[in-house]
């Protein structure tokens, strides 16, 4: 059977929510592997989200918020930015690919967007094999 | 400037130097280490009469705490009374990070800095004292200065900042003649005031300082590529981490953690029994206690920008884990991407609180 990677995605509630939505609506094929978890704002995912959904197995984590200048609360993606900058270079230094966590800007009207990232996020994470964590209990 | 010792003895002079700060109402209140009556142990003394300035050891080399984070507990309030804290290089870098983060109000602080070449383990340090020959101070900081062999903690060791910046007095021993004087910087009115002799600086002392600091930051790069060789992959990382036994000593010691309500110590993390029964039938086995990576990752992702490298962290693990080694290597990274200095600018804001609108490093 081949390897289907488990991905969990944190999505704004005013673009990134929508645009799956919107995708859904439209009648948009893509890999039925993402776990959508919806929030008010990207600026709202703790990087302990992320870090609990990577060492608990998941294969991929998606964060999708507002493209920058468009956050429905002025600066929350901006924050977002920020920490993932930092949560990133963590991971770099741990050898965890980047490939593994992803930040992208989709708004509300992008469903098409939507669909095509996590169908490229599912090939991508497809060629890496699943995740170290999946079966390391020393964590 | 300096001020020659009486009677050659370092202590008796400390002594009198603080004795007068207070006498002299430069400052309302003391924050200084003292040695406890045995000579064995110290602790931070926040002292209001002048008398009972007895045993001063700004010196000595042992850190039980980082002073910074009971300095927050001194100034998170106003105070309303000027109070003077004496204190190293990397308390000093902890007392200018949490005066960005609120916890700390610099406007009723004096901040007298002095030198700091390294401080013990306090195993190490119970080691000396309990030797034939019994602890020197003098001894100890002119070994400190020449480079001889002397058993300083891994983060004293690869310090490249002897000297506190942001202070308003510097104390020191750098560069100067031990068995007579100490160095002593502050403003000419200060000097008047204390009646210390205005004098040109020991010429020594630049020369000294650079060649120590050029030694450590050599040090510091040496020991930044083992860790990048010893850090390679996650398996490397748990070998050392898995033995985490959650006690929150790291965190307890870290001036930079600084929230008052943990989501570590909330139940947030007290879990269903069903659920860890869960957890184990998928990766068929779990250890216990659970989420101490998850525990070290998030204090890496809220900390690693302002880490101010005085590795109390490491100093306070019962089990020797190498979390400052971690912090070290990561803080470094992320200090570098966001060409962030911590503890050093008190008008540059740390990464995690601020963003900028324009791309930023991804």
Known sequence: MEFEPKIIAFVCNWCTYAAADLAGTSRIQYPPNVRIIRLMCSGAVDPIYILKALLDGADGVLIGGCHPGDCHYQNGNYKARRRFAILRTILRDLGIPDERVRLEWISASEGKKFADTITNMVEELKKLGPSPFKTMWEI | ????????????????????????????????????????????????????????????????????????????????????????????????????????????????????????????????????????????????????????RKACQICSSPVPQNVLMNLGFIGVDIKKEIFIHTSDELAQELGIEKKSNPDKREEVLSQIVAKKKKQRDQFLAELRKKFKSISDLLNEFARCKRCYNCRVECPICYCKECVFLTNVFEHRPEQYLKWAERKGLIKFPYDTLLFHLTRLNHIAASCISCGQCSSACPNNLPVFELFQLVGNDVQKLFEYEPGNNIDERPPIITFKEELEPL
């Open chain 2, 1 to 152: 400037m300096i001020i020659p010792l009486k009677d050659g003895d370092i202590e008796e002079t400390l002594n009198k130097f603080f004795k007068d700060i207070l006498e002299k109402k430069i400052v309302d209140a003391l924050f200084i280490p003292q040695s406890i009556f045995s000579g064995r142990s110290y602790a931070y003394t926040l002292v209001k009469d002048p008398s009972k300035i007895k045993n001063v050891q700004p010196f000595l080399p042992i850190l039980m705490n980082n002073g910074a984070k009971l300095i927050s507990s001194l100034t998170f309030w106003d105070p309303k009374q000027k109070i003077g804290a004496v204190l190293r290089s990397c308390e000093i870098r902890g007392v200018i990070e949490l005066a960005k983060f609120k916890q700390i109000t610099l406007d009723r602080l004096f901040l007298i800095g002095v030198d700091c070449l390294g401080t013990m383990e306090i195993e190490d340090f119970e080691k000396v004292l309990n030797s034939k020959e019994g602890f020197k101070l003098e001894k100890f900081l002119s070994d400190l200065i020449s480079g001889a062999p002397v058993n300083i």
